[in-house]
């Protein structure tokens, strides 16, 4: 039969007990045999009373069930804990309203087996009180049975458990947060204890380690396995932190599963147990591996930024030396004019003058393109060219400087074609300074030597000579923009540390290498130019200017705010058979167009008034202007200058200074048209 059902309680053991205490009162009269039990009733009592205020205040409550008379009694503390009023008569509808609904069945099952086997029961429980709050109980008790062997009376005790209840939860909630929070942090949090054991590792560690969380606990570093001096380091960092008790902090590096090195912040907290000891140490290892490779960047970039600046302050003093190089000779050139009419001595002056001037204008051009190739504005013009011609104009434009050193050049080709799909004027370029190279680092009479092999889909030309040689550092750096090779030792040989700089942007916008060796200082060196082949096509020779004679009988405007230089082109076109006319600003060039017919305009952009685009706009908003040849010859030899001279309708676009084939050829292909009754688009 189900306890729930079974008649109400009764108290009929403390209530027989009670009703024996209060029935009789002791008397001086009264016999030795009664006297002594009445001593014993007091005493009872006592203890009761004792009994009594002990379980109150330890907060446990009583009832007593008589299940024969269906009486039931609660302590003073029973009432407590269930909120009823102790003048209020105890009943076991009472107590289960208390009890949580969901708690109900729980509380009979317990009962239950306890009177069906005859055993105590134990049950933990809520009660919940009219306000809705909520009591953590357990109750308890035991059954006394009768001589038919059916549940006599059910006595036990309920104990308020609320407080240790919601602790053990608080605790357990804060250990679930802090589980929660360990597998989702990026950091990795362990705790070691006084043997620095690993007691927990958040799951984090897997995803580092390979290994699961499971597999560190209860070990120490060194038998995990961990690299040596690192377990070292973090057995010294728990060791002072379990002796000290004070936060430790330090950072090392580890390489993960995925092979990966990443840098760690490890903080290391101490734990105090009750004896004030440190009784374990909790450590939270932070990833700031993006952190270490931006401070590591920035130590890259400033150490990069301290070479370039060196480098440009390099670069800015050979600068100046190469052009106070020209400019001396120049210098003496323009004087010796001023003193001399002999013919030979003026000839050779003017010799001196048009050859440093070309070596100024070849300083320029090179930064010129190297500022192209860097901004990726430098566009080549493919076509089928043979690898030979190229090699023979690249010889042709170094053997002067070959001669002058008496320096022999052999010349090794392919017995077959070999043909490239290139910019032919580029490549030119590029091997001429290679061979300019050799030699200029090649003492005088050593031989220098240029060879290429067809290999495959590629064609390989080594450029190979016997001078100076090269160091590994040097190699490394040696096709750097402004790097020289001993740019101020006995073996300078000036220049400003673009030509190889240039050779290999030029191969590359090619789709080929170039590459260096040398076996170290005074062994000479080998640059080794690698090219993609190109389809066979028939011999396309090389164009080359042909001389001309010069045009005669041209009208020229010249306009630029340098007096000198416009004078000077003046006095040239003069000498030329021409008739030139000066302007030395905007507006006075625009008057003299809109006054006089010409044929030819040469114009500078930057002038002190208004600028050269707009003087040509003006012109070319004039009937007399439309068809008038305007020439832009200025400083400016940017690829948006040039945009600019191509918008306001300039016929050609010239970089100071203007070489005399240039010259020549404009005036001869103006005269040429004008005398065939058209002028020039």
């Keep these: 039969m189900r306890w729930s059902k079974l008649a109400a309680p009764a108290l009929w053991f403390l209530g027989g007990v009670a009703s024996a205490l209060t029935a009789g009162r002791v008397g001086r009269a009264q016999r030795p045999g009664r006297r002594v039990r009445n001593e014993r009733r007091v005493d009872l009592a006592s203890r009761l009373d004792a009994f ?4 109150d205040s330890a907060g446990i409550g009583l009832y007593f069930w008589n299940m024969a008379t269906d009486t039931l009694t609660w302590s003073q503390h029973h009432y407590a804990i269930f909120g009823y009023d102790p003048a209020l008569p105890a009943s076991h509808a009472m107590f289960r309203a208390r009890i949580h609904p969901q708690d109900l069945d729980t509380v009979d099952a317990a009962v239950d087996l306890a009177l069906s086997s005859r055993s105590d029961y134990l049950v933990r429980f809520r009660v919940q009180l009219p306000d809705g709050a909520l009591r953590y109980v357990r109750g308890s008790g035991r059954a006394t049975y ?12 309920v104990i308020d458990i609320t407080e240790t209840t919601e602790a053990v939860h608080a605790t357990r909630q804060r250990e679930l947060d802090l589980a929660t929070v360990a597998a989702n942090l990026p950091d990795i949090i362990n705790r070691y204890d006084r043997q620095r054991r690993c007691l927990f590792v958040s799951p984090r560690i897997e995803a580092l380690t390979g290994q699961p969380a499971a597999w560190f606990l209860g070990k120490t570093h060194e038998e995990l396995g961990l690299d040596p001096v690192l377990a070292a380091r973090w057995s010294a960092v728990l060791e002072d932190v379990i002796r000290n008790g004070t936060m430790r902090e330090f950072d090392f590096a580890h390489v993960g599963a995925d092979g990966v090195e990443r840098f760690y912040i490890t903080r290391a907290l101490p734990s105090f147990g009750p004896d004030g000891r440190v009784e374990t140490v909790l450590t939270i290892s932070t990833d700031h591996t993006e952190r270490e490779r931006e401070a590591r960047q920035l130590r890259l970039d400033g150490a990069m930024l301290e070479k370039a600046d060196l480098r440009k302050n390099e670069y800015l003093a050979t600068l100046a030396h190469e052009l106070r190089g020209p400019l001396a000779p120049i210098s003496s050139a323009v004087q010796l004019l001023g003193l001399s009419d002999q ?14 001037v070309a070596q100024l204008a070849s300083l320029v051009g090179d930064l010129m393109e190297v500022g192209r190739i860097s901004s990726g504005k430098l566009a080549i013009e493919r076509a089928r060219v043979q690898l030979r011609h190229v090699i023979d104009q690249a010889v042709e434009a170094s053997k002067p400087l070959l001669d002058a050193r008496r320096q022999a050049l052999s010349v090794e080709l392919p017995h077959e074609d070999a043909w490239l799909d290139a910019d032919a004027l580029r490549l030119v370029q590029a091997f001429s300074n290679l061979l300019t190279n050799a030699s200029k680092y090649s003492p005088r009479g050593a031989p220098v030597a240029i060879q290429a092999r067809a290999n495959g889909k590629h064609v390989e030309i080594k450029v190979a000579d016997q001078g100076i040689g090269l160091t590994e550092e040097a190699m490394r750096d040696i096709f750097d923009l402004f790097v020289q090779v001993n740019p101020t030792g006995v073996q300078a040989q000036g220049g400003l540390g673009i030509g190889l700089s240039l050779v290999r942007q030029l191969v590359e916008l090619h789709g080929g290498s170039v590459a260096v060796h040398s076996a170290g200082l005074g062994q000479g060196a080998c640059f ?12 396309l020779p ?28 003046a006095a040239l076109l003069d000498a030329l058979g021409h008739q030139a006319v ?22 500078d952009l930057g002038l002190p008034d208004i600028s050269g685009i707009q003087v040509a706009l003006t012109i070319r908003g004039t009937a007399r202007g439309k068809q008038l040849p305007l020439v832009a010859l200025t400083g400016l030899g940017r690829d948006q200058d040039r945009y600019l001279t191509q918008a306001a309708q300039f016929t050609e676009h010239l970089v100071k200074p203007l070489a005399m084939d240039d010259l020549l050829r404009i005036t001869e292909a103006v005269a040429a048209r004008r005398d065939a009754g058209t002028m020039m688009q």
């Design 528 to 539: 080794t130019v690698r090219l993609p082949l190109g389809r066979p096509q028939a011999d």
């Design 582 to 603: 000066t302007a030395f600003n905007g507006r006075d060039a625009v008057r003299l167009a809109a006054e006089q017919a010409f044929d030819l305009a040469f114009l």
């Design 542 to 569: 090389l164009p080359h200017a042909t001389p001309t004679p010069p045009a005669r009988g041209l009208k020229v405007l010249v306009v630029d705010d340098n007096a000198d230089g416009a004078q000077t082109l």
């Design 146 to 157: 009768g001589a038919d062997g059916r549940p006599a009376a059910l006595n036990g005790a």
């Design 343 to 356: 013919p030979a001595v003026r000839e050779k002056a003017r010799g001196v003058i048009e050859r440093q």
């Design 52 to 55: 009594e205020h002990v379980t």
